[in-house]
């Protein structure tokens, strides 16, 4: 045999013998929007229970759904991990989910929580903060009261284009049908006090400052600044009221964070193990936790800024009716002006 003759067979031969190796060492390869640093021990403690290591790559969601478009059929991503129903709506509309069937999730994961191809494994709600000197609380208990005449000027918004305000119309829309969702977004329009900007944390410094009278946000944005021990935070805190919307009729608007695994997932075994891992009772509280949300299944969990905020009615539509009017949510916005 010459050189060049036994050279091409050791590189015919090369994949034979790499492939048992690879087979034993289990992987995951997750692909995650989510970056709280108590995520550290909730991905360890997967590996030290299953003996399947965890390949995170971290990035904004955008990025990461372009990155997986891009890899194609050669995506090495089994999970992908996010925040918001209207993202997870997104990622399924691009068909890159494969539908999971596992009694386990169905047994743990409430059914409004949950569509054939995701999961979400901890909620949040968006609620409605108000300046205790410049608004009275009952005229802001719905909301359908930030459209009212009475807040002229007053409301500060993010973008109509971000996705958690997005899924909060997706809900209206729901509830009250398009035209009345329509006309809530002309109302809140004329009543902001300046043109949408800057995040949920902004919108709250807004509130406390008088900059504007009324604001919504999510709740993980509140309890962070409730359980912070700067005393600027805890001075913020004292001027701004918590108010759960909507508690006499649908409840207070839930969106979730979540995950699906994907159609070209390389490792469907091991993805299936690790969705079916962050619907257990440590991992939910963990997961959950990490970000200050209430965990999906049913777990309780110690969090004094969640105790602190109360017990609400919770909006119980299901996530997936959310996906699915995004795109009608994100129309009405344009409509409205609500840049
Ligand atoms: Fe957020």
């Known amino acids: 045999m010459n050189t060049s003759r036994l050279l091409l067979s050791l590189i015919a031969l090369l994949p034979l013998s790499a492939a048992p190796a690879l087979a034993q060492d289990k992987v995951l390869n997750l692909y995650s929007a989510r970056h709280y640093q108590t995520d550290e021990a909730l991905y360890s403690n997967f590996t030290r229970q299953t003996g399947i290591k965890i390949n995170r790559i971290e990035a904004k969601e955008d990025e990461l759904l372009e990155r997986i478009r891009n890899e194609g059929v050669n995506s090495p991503a089994d999970i992908f991990l996010t925040v918001d129903a209207a993202r997870l ?26 569509s054939p191809d995701w999961f979400a494994f901890s909620t949040r709600a968006r609620v409605i903060v108000a300046n205790r000197e410049l608004v009275k609380t009952e005229e802001v208990q719905n909301y359908e009261d930030l459209a009212g005449p009475k807040l002229k000027g007053k409301v500060c918004s ?13 809900a209206l829309i729901a509830h009250l049908g398009e035209a009345k969702a329509e006309e809530w977004a002309r109302g809140v329009v004329a009543n ?8 949920d944390t902004d919108q709250i410094k807004a509130v406390a400052a008088g900059e504007c009278g009324v604001a919504v946000s999510n709740t993980y944005y509140l309890a962070r600044l409730l359980r912070s021990e700067k005393p600027e935070d805890r001075r913020l805190m004292e001027r701004i009221a918590i108010v759960w919307p909507n508690q006499k009729s649908f409840g207070a608007h839930i969106n979730i964070s979540g995950g699906g695994m994907l159609k070209t997932a390389p490792n469907k075994e091991s993805a299936v193990k690790f969705l079916e891992y962050l619907a257990g009772d440590d991992a939910q509280r963990y997961f959950a936790d990490g970000n200050n949300e209430w965990p999906a299944a049913s777990v309780t969990v110690k969090n004094p800024a969640l105790e602190a905020m109360g017990k ?3 909006d119980s539509l299901p996530v997936s009716t959310l996906a699915k009017n995004a795109v009608s949510a994100q129309r009405i916005y344009d409509r409205a002006g609500w840049k």
Do not use: Q, T
């Open 312 to 314: 609400f009615k919770p």
């Open 192 to 199: 902001f006090a300046r043109a949408p900007k800057g995040g």
């Open 89 to 114: 709506a997104k990622a399924d509309e691009l068909g890159l989910f494969a539908p999971v069937k596992s009694k386990l999730l169905e047994a743990r994961i409430p059914a409004n929580l949950r």
């Open 158 to 170: 993010r973008s109509g284009s971000h996705p958690y305000n997005i899924s909060l119309m997706a």
